[in-house]
């Protein structure tokens, strides 16, 4: 397995938990606000009960104290109640805040500090109950002649036969301590999102220092797995984010000397190879023309050119494979004719499909494909490749369907070959990596595994796309597309 594909599998298992950033601020902002919000709530209930119950208390405390005061002085007449109570009324020093009723028994305002009430009848609950019980009741409320909020506190007058002379009537209004309350809530929620602001900023400053080196580690990881190996990360945390990044900078080098090491052995081995099997495929064609070889033996010198002319073929990928990570493979273009070299690939394969029992279905266009810009003999790599692969997983399915034509893709024009099999298929988790250097999955089949990964290579000098898809009908296989620019 290549080691571009570990690569690839650690940068996936870095890059698997998205949304730091986000997943932090939700979570820190969900207990802070729960907090901030629990607070504010808590503080409003408490102030709101602080300052109503507080000024009904008041007002109670003084309507009880004055109505006991007031029934010492009053005599058993009507008019000298009411004499006494309009007197009262005219030196009461809380006008400004506070007005002050005297209620008769039946309900009616009888003398106030404001004299636009008087004569009215409020009808408010506390007055009915202070009259019907003969003690002090109070109720808050909108007031049912202007709608203003007020808080009303009526306190019996009894004479000394302790009858019921009237009620001494308290009434503030709640607006100035609504204000109040309001500002006081404000003032805790303003106070709340302060506290919130300061928390997501600190926390945006703390998940940067954490983000910023990840991102960088992330970047590397992605040049690793792109074949960058030996770069390294310029480590200035000491903490354990600067040991991760140790540990890649060590992973990275390891991975470099590994990888050259490689390299330096498959091109030697390479080139070791390459005189012998020359040397035994040449004597092996020049045997079989002497007529006086028996039969056996010229069938056993054919099984050994036949395999000889493979490992060939191997050690002319294995060279690939070592041109492409030094940076020395390369493509000649010229004008080329697809529908040509692959109608030579087809013809070449031929007697393989058919010793295979291999239907082969290719219908050429009626209308010739463009000339475009290609390598020819890269390309002709590419489609006997791509044929090989699709005798070799494909022949289950008995049939090879290839076809070829023109297609329009991000507003740019392709020549297209497709070359579909009706095999097994290739397992859905292994499918992403069948283009990777020496990755053979769970296949069986003989082969080094590195075919199409320089059939990648070359399409992609050729600015081109080599995409690989298992067959969505229930026909399955696998189809291969070979996309060549028009120009």
Same mark, same amino acid.
């Not at 002319?309 to 690939?320: K, N, P």
């Not at 393989?352 to 390598?375: C, Q, T």
């Given at each position: 397995m290549d080691i571009s594909h570990i690569g690839m599998k650690t940068l996936k298992m870095i890059n698997k938990p998205r949304g730091i950033k986000g997943r932090w601020l939700i979570n820190s902002l969900t207990v802070v606000v729960a907090i901030v919000l629990t607070g504010v709530i808590a503080y409003s209930v408490s102030i709101s009960s602080y300052y109503y119950s507080g000024m009904k208390a008041s007002l109670e405390t003084k309507a009880k104290t004055a109505s006991d005061f007031f029934q010492d002085y009053i005599s058993r007449t009507y008019a000298e109640y009411y004499q006494t109570a309009y007197a009262y009324s005219e030196r009461f020093d809380e006008r400004d805040r506070i007005e002050l009723q005297f209620v008769s028994a039946a309900g009616r305002v009888e003398t106030s500090t404001y004299g636009i009430t008087a004569g009215t009848r409020p009808g408010t609950p506390e007055i009915t109950e202070a009259l019907e019980t003969k003690r002090l009741a109070g109720w808050s409320g909108n007031n049912p002649k202007t709608g203003e909020r007020i808080l009303a506190v009526s306190s019996p007058i009894i004479n000394s036969d302790g009858r019921l002379i009237g009620l001494m009537r308290y009434v503030s209004s709640l607006s100035a301590v609504d204000k109040l309350v309001v500002l006081h809530v404000g003032a805790a929620t303003g106070i709340g999102l302060l506290i919130i602001i300061a928390v997501i900023s600190a926390n945006l400053f703390f998940i940067r220092s954490i983000i910023a080196p990840v991102q960088e580690v992330t970047a590397m990881t992605r040049s690793i797995a792109d074949g960058g190996y030996g770069a390294r990360i310029e480590n200035n945390y000491g903490d354990e984010i600067g040991e991760m990044v140790e540990s890649i900078n060590e992973m990275s080098v390891k991975i470099s000397q590994t990888e050259k090491l490689k390299t330096e052995f498959i091109s030697t081995v390479s080139h070791e190879l390459r005189t012998p099997l020359t040397a035994i495929t040449g004597w092996s064609e020049t045997l079989l023309y002497d007529d006086a070889l028996k039969s056996e033996a010229r069938r056993g010198l @054919?099984?050994?050119?036949?395999?000889?002319?493979? $490992?060939?073929?191997?050690?002319?990928?294995?060279?690939?494979?070592?041109r492409i990570e030094e940076g020395r493979f390369t493509v000649r273009l010229e004008d080329?004719?697809?529908?040509?070299? &692959?109608?030579?690939?087809?013809?070449?394969?031929?007697?393989?499909?058919? @010793?295979? =029992? $291999?239907? &082969?279905?290719?219908?050429?266009?009626?209308?010739? $494909?463009?000339?475009?810009?290609?390598?020819?003999?890269? $390309?002709?790599?590419?489609?006997l490749n791509i044929l090989d692969n699709a005798a070799k997983?494909?022949? @289950?399915? =008995?049939?090879?369907?290839?076809?070829?034509?023109?297609?329009?893709?991000?507003?740019?024009?392709?020549?297209?070959?497709t070359v579909r099999d009706f095999g097994s298929g290739i397992p859905e988790d292994e499918l992403e990596f069948v283009k990777y250097k020496f990755y053979k999955g769970s296949s069986k089949e003989r082969g080094s595994g590195i075919g199409l990964a320089v059939c990648d290579e070359i399409i992609k000098r050729h600015r081109g796309k080599l995409i690989i898809e298992n067959a969505s009908d229930e026909d399955g296989g696998v189809i291969v597309r070979i996309q060549l620019p028009v120009t």
């Open positions: @054919s099984i050994i050119l036949k395999e000889s002319q493979r $490992l060939a073929a191997m050690v002319e990928e294995l060279l690939d494979v070592t080329t004719d697809v529908e040509t070299l &692959l109608d030579e690939a087809i013809t070449t394969y031929a007697e393989v499909f058919r @010793s295979a =029992g $291999l239907k &082969l279905e290719y219908i050429p266009l009626e209308d010739p $494909l463009p000339v475009i810009p290609g390598d020819p003999v890269r $390309l002709k790599q590419v489609f997983y494909g022949r @289950s399915g =008995g049939k090879i369907v290839i076809n070829c034509g023109l297609v329009t893709e991000d507003k740019k024009d392709y020549t297209e070959v």
